[in-house]
């Protein structure tokens, strides 16, 4: 595609692009600032306007009818989490019977793991990259501990090569072959957190299960951001949290999924809380656990309506738009600010910008990640100040995401004009 850094240009793209009324679906953050370009959705999604109604509405029929509510509320409580099904099992690429909202991103990892990592003597080793989200990190160390194995022996982490920044795909496949007989389970984010780099989930998934190993993948950064078929690319188990590119609401609940084949595999270990138990027999209340099949068999508890409510308001949007329009938006859109970003590069040469994210498009999603080498944490400050809302990651790194769902063209071309002036002024001292 052609850019120009130019009001004219950015305004005719926002013009034309067909998702332009969906901005005004949300509340932007107002910090007294001249411009404010909100660029963290990765971290922290935008409020939709339609939660607060959806809120109130239970809210309102809490009070109304207290514990009747659970049956005879507009959106009964007792099967809520059902209506939040389909609309995020196509946002995953899954059968509505391997997906299910419940509980936060890595209570559910534990809970998987319960599941899929099922060490033993032989195989108890663990796949994942170097620099993950440090809540995973935990995630397989004491994972690894409580099956009493060393972490730093269980854990094989893949880093970029020297010199590189994203790592490379042969070199998972690689360790995969090396450990064949000794890999338990290969866990990788979809996207990383950090790089913005998208890994190869069906590849990883292939290879895990050549060599007898389980895949399972954290989508924190990849739901609501890129296209995913978790089913047909038959990933044993993933999970992700609704606050980043889903907009649920701050800590709002996350999602799981399961692959069916699992999911009807009752021999399977797993916790059992009332809400996972058989549907038809859950208020008989007898002793012996029996799972539901499908996702809905790793539930706990019954769901936190409030935040189901926002959730449900969210996703709706996602519904009416769906991910191939929010995909081919994200990558022109993504693709305009890489250009910008180059061009400060080009302006600025003793800032020292580098662009850390893979270029190819296929290898990220919205999220860029930059390197700022020649500058300080200072620069960062600045650009909050001025109302660009990016966020900063030791040692120089600039994290932010355009994403189609609320940032224009105009927002990346404001950035632009903000981070002209704010690397001018260092340049002037
Ligand atoms: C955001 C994020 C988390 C957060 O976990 P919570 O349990 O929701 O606090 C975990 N892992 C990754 C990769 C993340 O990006």
């Given at each position: 595609m052609h850019y120009e850094l130019s009001a004219e240009f950015a305004s005719g793209q926002d013009s034309a692009d067909p998702l332009r009324s969906c901005r005004e679906r949300f509340h932007f953050p107002d910090l007294g600032t001249e411009h404010l370009v909100y660029l963290t959705g990765h971290s922290l999604g935008l409020q939709p306007r339609s939660v607060r109604a959806a809120v109130e509405l239970e809210l309102d029929e809490w009070a109304r009818y207290g514990v009747e509510g659970h049956f005879h509320a507009t959106h009964p409580w007792y099967s809520y989490h059902e209506l939040l099904t389909p609309p995020m099992a196509a946002l995953v690429g899954a059968r509505e019977s391997e997906v299910v909202c419940m509980n936060s991103l890595t209570t559910n990892l534990h809970l998987l793991f319960v599941s899929f990592y099922r060490p033993t003597q032989q195989r108890y080793k663990i796949i994942s990259e170097a620099r993950m989200f440090p809540s995973d990190r935990y995630l397989l160390e004491t994972q690894a501990q409580f099956h009493g194995f060393a972490p730093d022996d269980a854990i094989i982490e893949i880093a970029p090569r020297d010199g590189e920044r994203v790592i490379r795909h042969e070199d998972i496949l690689a360790a995969v072959e090396e450990h064949a007989d000794e890999l338990a389970l290969v866990f990788f984010g979809g996207v990383n957190y950090f790089t913005g780099q998208v890994f190869d989930m069906p590849a990883l998934t292939e290879a895990a299960h050549a060599v007898g190993a389980v895949a399972g993948f954290d989508l924190a950064h990849a739901a609501g951001n890129i296209p995913l078929s978790l089913h047909d690319w038959d990933v044993d188990f993933a999970a992700w949290c609704s606050y980043k590119y889903l907009n649920a609401s701050p800590g709002n609940v996350g999602g799981i999924f399961v692959h069916e084949r699992h999911g009807r595999n009752f021999e399977l270990p797993r916790f059992g809380g009332w809400w996972g138990h058989d549907k038809s027999t859950?208020?008989?209340?007898?002793n012996g656990f029996q799972p539901m099949e499908g996702a809905e068999g790793w539930q706990l508890s019954n769901v936190p309506i409030l935040g189901m409510a926002a959730m449900k308001a969210s996703l709706d949007v996602f519904a009416e738009v769906g991910m191939p329009a929010l995909r081919a938006k994200s990558e022109q859109l993504t693709g305009y600010l890489e250009f910008a970003i180059d061009r400060l590069a080009e302006e600025f040469p003793d800032a020292r910008i580098s662009m850390i994210?893979?270029?190819d498009p296929a290898q990220r999603g919205c999220q860029l990640s930059m390197d700022v080498a020649g500058r300080e944490r200072s620069l960062f400050d600045s650009m909050i100040g001025a109302g660009v809302i990016a966020d900063f990651r030791e040692p120089c790194i600039i994290r932010m995401a355009p994403v189609p769902l609320y940032n224009s063209f105009t927002d990346v071309f404001v950035f632009t004009e903000v981070m002209r002036d704010l690397l001018a002024q260092r340049d002037a001292t």
């Open positions: 859950r208020f008989q209340m007898r994210t893979p270029r």
